[in-house]
């Protein structure tokens, strides 16, 4: 089993706070993660897509309370939203009688934001940590199997490239088929495959929702509503521009990723390295995978931008720390690092702290004006919580 970055943090915020959260889409490790963290633990575990353990939840206050001295694991808390209120009565009542800390555990597969009713009724009484996909210092192997396959445990650890691709297929039609109608009833399968398959073509390029609306025949507000919908699944990134101490003209329509570069491959029906080396799409690919895993080893609280400006000055990414240090950081599909003079433009506004040049190759070493040309795993290490 892969080991997960996470699991220390989350054995430390069970110990501080009332109810932990743990956010992040479906497949990806969440109930694997808080087995792990029960083990040392009075725990129970239930999952609420099942009718036997949904039953125990007819009187959850009575459930709840009867089992107090035990760390209660709920799993997929979206499909039972009116719990909330519930687990806000227990968790006080509890403090009332000193046990403040390690109450629940709560698993969801969408985002705080899609949770409203979990961020309002249980606010000052619950920490969220977001699960992403496995990342390459996790997986600690091959980086191309790990790039084509993306991050998904069960995706990344099948026997052979067609059980993966297969694996990642039905992930595709599940969430067609069965999530995303529960928080989108109205929304066909057909236009958000549409939809999902049309942002993947367009890889890391800005928003054009006018674009997209006229190639679905629905109106501006639904794609932007449709786009919001896969990012709180965590099925898409957006990266917004930056907007900081600049007077110059500068794009304002974030980039949309697809958040796994294996979804991202399945959805083009990629196969293999091969394919992908002479697909058009393997650059933005490149660049998708590297965020994912950069943005997926930040700490809470980090800042993440792209910046672009009318004149074609660019930055891939910009990330800027909780404590002020602000990094800027040029992708490129390449064995042999080259930066173009955009990427000094740039540079000159946004006044980064550090520059770097993500390539393939795994050796460092500084290019003009102090850009220092790095691996994607040795970047990783030193992002990490501010490292050096």
């Known amino acids: 089993m892969i080991k997960r970055r996470l699991v220390a943090r989350l054995e430390r915020q069970v110990d501080r706070f009332s109810a932990v959260g743990i956010i992040g889409s479906r497949q990806v490790g969440k109930t694997t993660l808080a087995k792990t963290i029960a083990k040392n633990r009075q725990s129970i575990y ?52 000193r046990k403040r800390n390690g109450q629940f555990l709560i698993l969801g597969s969408a985002s705080v934001d899609l949770l409203r009713q979990a961020s309002e009724s249980l606010a000052g009484r619950i920490v969220y940590e977001e699960l992403p996909t496995i990342t390459l210092t996790e997986y600690n192997q091959e980086i191309d199997m790990h790039w084509i396959r993306g991050g998904y445990p069960d995706s990344l650890t099948a026997v052979d490239e067609e059980d993966s691709l297969e694996w990642r297929r039905a992930f595709i039609t599940s969430y067609l088929e069965r999530d995303i109608p529960f928080f989108g009833p109205r929304i066909p399968a057909t236009t958000m495959r549409r939809l999902w398959t049309m942002l993947a073509h367009n890889q890391g390029t800005q928003l054009n929702a006018s674009q997209i609306a006229a190639a679905l025949s629905v109106s501006v507000q639904s794609v932007t509503r449709y786009v919001d919908l896969l990012a709180d699944l965590f099925l898409v990134r957006r990266l917004q521009p930056w907007h900081k101490n600049t007077s110059k003209r500068l794009t304002k329509s974030p980039r949309v990723y697809v958040s796994d570069s294996g979804i991202l491959h399945s959805l083009l029906k990629i196969q293999d390295k091969e ?53 800027a950081i040029e992708i490129k599909k390449s064995s042999v ?52």
């Open 46 to 97: 239930l999952d609420l897509e099942n009718p036997d353990d949904l039953i125990k939840l007819d009187n959850p206050f009575r459930y709840f309370t009867d089992n107090r001295d035990r760390l209660i694991i709920l799993d997929e808390i979206q499909r039972k939203p009116e719990i909330f209120p519930v687990l806000r009565s227990v968790i006080d009542q509890n403090r009332e009688q």
């Open 275 to 327: 394919a992908l080396l002479s697909h058009p799409i393997a650059g933005h690919s490149w660049e998708g995978y590297v965020i994912a895993n950069l943005l997926g080893i930040l700490p809470s609280g980090c800042e993440t931008y792209y910046y672009r400006s009318s004149g074609g000055a660019e930055i891939d990414l910009i990330i800027v720390h909780t404590n002020g240090k602000c990094l």
């Open 337 to 388: 690092p080259k930066l173009e003079r955009g990427f000094f433009e740039a540079c000159k506004d946004v006044e980064p702290d550090e520059k770097f040049v993500v390539y393939q190759g795994e050796d460092s070493f500084y290019m003009k004006n102090d850009v220092l040309a790095i691996g994607l795993e040795e970047l990783m290490g030193r992002v990490e919580y501010g490292k050096q």
